[in-house]
């Protein structure tokens, strides 16, 4: 297992994870499964927040809402990429994106795509906050997928401006 983080990150481990209430409970459910697997000292607590909007300036500088998730598990490159990019339309700054794929090359490519947002003179930058591995859930059921490990990232919408 290996942590990646890149050198412009201003939040720090570990992180305050709270789980947008617009969230399924279907993907409630998934999301806290898959951060069980990641280290204790990158994930401090899980709580789904009902008053996120409300409470958006009053949060810590380590608090990551997920506003979205994208299951990428048994999917091939470059679909995992694919699916970040269309979900990330639906996110807004401040809020964060919850991938998890099996394709090691979308490690790379996830990391290469926000990389490449922070270069360009867009509006809204990501921050790839999370990119860690860790081995896949015991008997996962609820993936296709052939590999035990899973590739973590939390990718944060920033404002450039």
Not at 70 to 86: F, H, I, N, S
Not at 90 to 110: F, H
Request: hydrophobic share 40%; proline share 4%; aromatic share 4%.
């Amino acid at each position: 297992m290996s942590t990646d983080h890149q050198s412009t990150t201003t939040l720090s481990a570990p992180y305050h994870i709270r789980l947008a209430q617009t969230l399924s409970e279907a993907a409630q459910t998934t999301i806290a499964s898959l951060l069980t697997l990641l280290p204790a000292d990158c994930i401090d607590d899980v709580q789904i927040d009902a008053k996120i909007v409300a409470e958006k300036s009053t949060q810590s500088i380590s608090t990551i809402v997920i506003k979205n998730m994208v299951d990428g598990r048994g999917l091939a490159c470059p679909m995992p990429l694919l699916k970040t990019k269309v979900a990330l339309r639906n996110v807004d700054v401040g809020e964060s994106l919850y991938v998890v794929a099996t394709d090691p090359n979308s490690q790379a490519d996830i990391r290469a795509f926000c990389q490449q947002t922070q270069q360009m003179l867009a509006p809204n930058t990501l921050l790839l906050v999370l990119n860690q591995t860790t081995s896949g859930l015991p008997n996962d059921s609820a993936s296709a997928c052939t590999s035990d490990t899973i590739f973590h990232f939390i990718i944060t919408k920033t404002d450039s401006n």
